[in-house]
């Protein structure tokens, strides 16, 4: 079965930092996807940064500068680095998965989130 497994959140200050993690098993090919979410109380879920297999990536204009996604497609495990956290990034943050088996067939799998608080 397929199971995104995260990790890295947690409680920083305004500037500070945190690199989150998140490993893909049950998956016996480089996904062609990978992508962080987040949702934060009363808004919607929101891309983050998502990077393709090829490595090319996209960001939230919110986030262009501060924050690095990058992969390792031999571990199907996709990193996001973020730097110069403020307030406003307080969210869950999710991994998300997705690839097509088919023409018609899309897979799309999500992690259990995991809390990101930036705080003083």
């Known amino acids: 079965q397929v199971q995104l497994v995260e990790s890295g959140g947690g409680l920083v200050q305004p500037g500070g930092s945190l690199r989150l993690s998140c490993a893909a098993s049950?998956?016996?090919?480089?996904?062609?996807?990978m992508g962080w979410y987040r949702q934060a109380p009363g808004k919607q879920r929101e891309l983050v940064a998502a990077?393709?297999?090829?490595?090319?990536?996209n960001y939230a204009d919110s986030v262009k500068g501060r924050f690095t996604i990058s992969r390792d497609n031999t571990k199907n495990t996709v990193y996001l680095q973020m730097n110069s956290l403020k307030p406003e990034d307080t969210a869950v943050y999710y991994c998300?998965?997705?690839?097509?088996?088919?023409?018609?067939?899309?897979?799309?799998?999500w992690g259990q989130g995991t809390q990101v608080t930036v705080s003083s």
């Open positions: 990077i393709t297999s090829e490595y090319n990536t």
């Open positions: 998300n998965a997705d690839w097509k088996s088919s023409a018609s067939y899309r897979n799309n799998y």
């Open positions: 049950g998956i016996g090919f480089t996904i062609y996807t």
